[in-house]
């Protein structure tokens, strides 16, 4: 378009303008550059870097040994303890409580509904992680289990798992539970079937030993193959996410296989393993046979089962380390009746 006719210049206006033609552009992308650079250096002095890590040592100084996390995240605390604070104590009603803390508002009404079943059920599986698993449900201070650390006010709790193999239906063996990202198997290529050998059968994890190959078979013979290796690692990136932590959290990375150099946590971890296991099998699996085919597994059938998220939820300590017991004394101990209505 022609400028010139839309606003009339004067006429000399336009002849100097020809012989003196300027370069806009640069001095324009300095300016920008420059003003958005000051503009920044002041908003990071106004309100501190965002991206500001603070590290957990969990190993001796200089190895770096750590889990780093991102100031702003530590910042927010869990959703599920402001949730539990707006519950209350309701006056120390245990029967109230549990309804609130599963989200069921006639629980323990109705002696013929599957739930009062399983709810009973699940009172005994309470007392028993608060006595008998206190290692790990008290390891650093008084923190404790109640109904509201798995189910947050839902009659199913989140973070469940179902089997879900074989994930590949036209293969066989090995080939039939790995090599499709799934949720089991941490969307990665690893074996979906983890959690179901080591937090339900009690098979060994294991992924080497420091025997030499002529001493025997990897796989046969006692010896870890491949295929455990594979599925020891699906466990264990299970472990660091439902903790929100890295493996060195547990281990020292520079020997995975030496009990001998792991961190205290590693400790509490195993307990945490054997604990999953027993409350699996002695309770989680026979309540589920009072479930209504809608609550199975969509692939198996089986009944919904935990594992370390159902607690943890993504943290290091299950609600942040809130201590959720308090005087709910009902059921700190297997030796504690509770009258039901
Ligand atoms: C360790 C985690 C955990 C704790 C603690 C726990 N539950 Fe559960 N609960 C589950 C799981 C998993 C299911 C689903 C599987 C099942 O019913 O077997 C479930 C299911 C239930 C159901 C059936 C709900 C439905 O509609 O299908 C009831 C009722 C129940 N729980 C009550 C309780 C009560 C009451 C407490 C506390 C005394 C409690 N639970 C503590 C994990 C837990
Ligand atoms: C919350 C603690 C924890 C975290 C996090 C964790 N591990 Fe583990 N890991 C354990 C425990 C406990 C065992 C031992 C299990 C057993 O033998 O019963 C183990 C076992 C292992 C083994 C088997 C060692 C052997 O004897 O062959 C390897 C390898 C391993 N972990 C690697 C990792 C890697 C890689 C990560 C990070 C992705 C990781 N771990 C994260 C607790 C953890
Ligand atoms: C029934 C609920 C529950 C389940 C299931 C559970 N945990 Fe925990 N775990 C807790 C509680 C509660 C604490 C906090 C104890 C404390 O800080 O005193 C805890 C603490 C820990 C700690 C110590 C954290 C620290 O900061 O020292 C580790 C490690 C851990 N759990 C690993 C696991 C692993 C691995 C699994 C699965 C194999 C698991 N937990 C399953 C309830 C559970």
Redesign the pocket.
């Known amino acids: 378009m022609d400028f010139e006719k839309l606003i009339k210049f004067p006429e000399w206006f336009g002849e100097w303008n020809k012989k003196n033609p300027t370069d806009i552009y640069g001095p324009v992308i300095v300016m920008g550059a420059l003003g958005t650079a000051v503009i920044a250096v002041i908003a990071l002095f106004a309100f501190g870097q965002p991206f500001a890590t603070d590290s957990l040592q969990t190993g001796p100084r200089g190895i770096g040994m750590s889990v780093t996390e991102f100031k702003s995240d530590l910042a927010k605390p869990d959703p599920g303890i402001a949730a539990l604070e707006e519950i209350g104590d309701l006056d120390g009603d245990l029967i109230k409580a ?1 309804q609130a ?2 989200g ?1 508002p006639d ?1 323990f009404e109705n002696v013929d509904s ?3 079943g ?2 009973a059920m ?2 005994a ?2 007392q028993n ?1 608060n006595e008998n698993w206190a290692g790990h449900v008290y390891a650093n201070g008084e923190v404790g ?3 509201y ?3 947050r006010g839902q ?3 989140s973070e ?1 798992w179902f089997s879900i193999v074989p994930v590949n239906e036209r293969m066989d063996g090995w080939a039939a539970i790995q090599n499709r990202a799934t949720s089991l198997s941490q969307s990665t290529s690893l074996p979906s079937d983890a959690l179901e050998s080591y937090l339900l059968d009690d098979q060994t994890i294991g992924v080497h030993d420091l025997e030499s190959r002529v001493a025997g078979i990897p796989g046969q013979d006692d010896y870890p193959g491949i295929q455990h290796a594979e599925r020891t690692y699906s466990l264990m990136n299970y472990f660091a996410n439902s903790l929100g932590v890295n493996c060195v959290f547990c281990h020292n990375s520079r020997a995975f296989y030496d009990a001998g150099q792991v961190t205290p946590q590693w400790a509490t971890a195993s307990l945490g393993i054997l604990m999953v296991q027993e ?1 699996n099998n002695d309770y ?2 026979p ?2 046979a ?3 085919e809608e ?1 199975l597994g969509p692939r198996n059938g089986d ?4 594992a370390c998220k ?2 943890h939820k993504g943290y290091q300590q299950p609600l942040q380390g809130t201590n959720v017991i308090g005087d709910w004394t009902q ?1 700190q101990s297997t030796d504690e009746v509770v009258e039901l209505p």
Do not use: D, S
């Open positions: 549990m803390w599963t069921i629980l599957y739930q009062y399983v709810g699940m009172i599986m309470t992680i289990v109640t109904c650390t798995c189910h009659p199913v709790p469940i409350l989680i699996v309540a589920g009072l479930l209504p609550r009944e919904p089962k935990v159902t607690c059921l």
